[in-house]
Nanobody, 125 residues
């Protein structure tokens, strides 16, 4: 059974940090790129970051460049999203998703094959 399980969300004050984890199972992790998405209430799901597999290339939406860092540990089948200098506008449910390496990274949420259940991130002002 394919599973992506996010963890690490929570409530943090503005300026604080969180590290999200996405643990994968049930598929060949190395064959997939992993993206992070977020969805705030009343807003569309937004691509935040993506990381390749063997090449480790990383991509960020402009609004989080220099603030978020994505990384992966293929030995642990886990991808991380380090979020620093958090702002109230970063409040959202954060999801990780998997897409084949052949297809490559994308910020289009509809292009991903597998999804986690999401983890809530709330940033208070």
């Amino acid at each position: 059974e394919v599973q992506l399980v996010e963890s690490g969300g929570g409530l943090v004050q503005a300026g604080g940090s969180l590290r999200l984890s996405c643990a994968a199972s049930g598929f060949t992790f190395d064959d997939y790129v992993i993206g992070w998405f977020r969805q705030a209430p009343g807003k569309e799901r937004e691509g935040v970051s993506c990381i390749g597999s063997s090449d480790g290339r990383t991509y960020y939406v402009d609004s989080v460049k220099g603030q978020f860092t994505i990384s992966r540990d293929n030995a642990k089948n886990t991808v991380y999203l380090q979020m620093n200098s958090l702002k109230p506008e970063d409040t959202a449910v954060y999801y990780c998703a998997a897409r084949t390496v052949r297809a490559g990274c994308s910020f289009g949420w509809y292009e991903y094959d597998y999804w986690g259940q999401g983890t809530q991130v709330t940033v208070s002002s």
